[in-house]
T-cell receptor
Framework: KQEVTQIPAALSVPEGENLVLNCSFT??????LQWFRQDPGKGLTSLLL?????REQTSGRLNASLDKSSGRSTLYIAASQPGDSATYLC???????????FGTGTRLQVTL | NAGVTQTPKFQVLKTGQSMTLQCAQD?????MYWYRQDPGMGLRLIYY???????DKGEVPNGYNVSRLNKREFSLRLESAAPSQTSVYFC?????????????FGDGTRLSIL
């Protein structure tokens, strides 16, 4: 059974810092890995999707990497801003029905 | 751009009552999903519909039923609500299974069962 773990569970950083969020998964037979953002009381917003054949994806200040063989992904956020404060979830997609298995998230607070 | 719309946003039920959570998407997606989110457990898949006319169980289907009414709509029904079903429920859709496209989520239904 696929298991997804995110470390740390919570993180507080001052504005302007670069930071890294970690995600690990137990079964490397995946289609892709996805990073989402969740604001309090809201749904999930897709940030980046890395296909199993890719090593990384970038969108603005966000860069996500994937090492499928070791079962790890990182989300790098450059020059953090207070507006980046949210919970970040990673999920792996696998199986015939493209099911997503989620981690429990990292709650990020960026302070002024 | 509405995306994925869920109704209601909040609901309080008594144990044993029934209700249906509604979900509709306007992106012409083939696949739709229902998840529940509980503190410390992440999102877990309840049921999914890979395409119109098909539904399948996910990780935690007990106590729930679903209906894929048409391509746009996918409903989740609790026949006899239990306190253990207190949760936040999310509906999602994607272009199709295996498409390597992200799932799009609604804002959720916050359900409390007393």
């Amino acid at each position: 059974k696929q298991e997804v773990t995110q470390i740390p569970a919570a993180l507080s950083v001052p504005e302007g810092e670069n930071l890294v969020l970690n995600c690990s998964f137990t079964d490397s037979a995946i289609y892709n890995l996805q990073w989402f953002r969740q604001d309090p009381g809201k749904g999930l917003t897709s940030l980046l999707l890395i296909q199993s054949s890719q090593r990384e994806q970038t969108s603005g200040r966000l860069n996500a990497s994937l090492d499928k063989s070791s079962g790890r992904s990182t989300l790098y956020i450059a020059a953090s801003q207070p507006g980046d404060s949210a919970t970040y979830l990673c999920a792996v997609e696998a199986g015939t029905a493209s099911k997503l298995t989620f981690g429990t998230g990292t709650r990020l607070q960026v302070t002024l | 751009n509405a995306g994925v719309t869920q109704t209601p946003k909040f609901q309080v039920l008594k144990t044993g009552q029934s209700m249906t959570l509604q979900c509709a998407q306007d992106m012409n997606h083939n696949s739709m999903y229902w998840y529940r989110q509980d503190p410390g457990m992440g999102l877990r898949l309840i049921y999914y519909s890979a395409s119109e006319g098909t539904t399948d169980k996910g990780e935690v289907p007990n106590g729930y039923n679903v209906s894929r009414l048409n391509k746009r709509e996918f409903s989740l029904r609790l026949e006899s609500a239990a306190p253990s079903q207190t949760s936040v429920y999310f509906c999602a859709s994607s272009r199709r299974t295996g498409s390597n496209q992200p799932q799009h989520f609604g804002d959720g239904t916050r359900l409390s069962i007393l």
